[in-house]
């Protein structure tokens, strides 16, 4: 998962990004003294610590477990359509859509409904593809929770694609990953799938 932070303090990152965003701009052909381009090295810098600032899923630690009586249910706890917004690894371009998490609690355990859209926008914040969103939310809530099952699908739009290419504007990727009952059980997957649907609540 990348490599280690440098130590460099806070605000020499921000000047080695800035400078670096100056190049960029030198290399493009702008006039980097123009108004409208004066400050945009330092807000450049500035929004790229808030945007990236998650180096490392293994970090988040801020979850409460909960232990509710179930009794022996098995029903699916489902928060969709979490909206979240990253930069693809390959060309610092914006990805962003929606994301639909499923889990099956195992011996009562449960998780704090927030934390499930605070783990998909910490696993968010940094370089990264749509794939390793997907499995990080998966992997994180089986490593906290130990459910019955998991199941995280992924929908969105990527700049990277639509600014690029041609007569992909609005085209939606999506990825899933399924473990346990929802990957043994058709039942199960497609209880998910159908409680994931637009429009319905
Ligand atoms: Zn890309």
Do not use: W
Not at 23 to 32: K, M, Q, R, S, Y
Not at 164 to 186: C, D, M
């Amino acid at each position: 998962m990348g490599k280690n932070k440098n130590n460099l303090d806070k605000e020499t990152r921000l000047k080695n990004i800035e400078n670096a965003v100056r190049e960029i701009l030198i290399n493009v052909g702008e006039d980097v003294d123009r108004e409208g381009l004066i400050e945009t090295p330092k807000r450049v810098a500035k929004m790229y610590e808030e945007i990236l600032s998650t180096k490392n899923v293994d970090d988040f630690e801020n979850y409460k477990l909960f232990d509710v009586d179930l009794g022996d249910s098995q029903e699916m706890v489902l928060v969709k359509e979490i909206p979240f917004f990253s930069m693809c690894e390959h060309h610092m371009l914006p990805f962003f859509g929606k994301v639909h998490v499923a889990y099956i609690p195992q011996d009562n355990r449960v998780i704090g409904l927030s934390k499930i859209p605070r783990l998909v926008e910490f696993v968010s914040r940094k370089l990264s593809v749509q794939e390793e969103i997907t499995v990080n939310v998966a992997k994180k809530l089986i490593e906290i929770l130990n459910p019955l099952g998991v199941a995280v699908v992924v929908e969105a739009r990527h700049m990277c694609i639509e600014m690029r290419g041609v007569n992909k504007i609005g085209s939606v990727t999506r990825t899933s990953f399924y473990s346990g009952e929802f990957k043994e059980n058709a039942d199960r997957k497609r209880e998910f799938l159908d409680g994931i649907r637009d429009g319905k609540f």
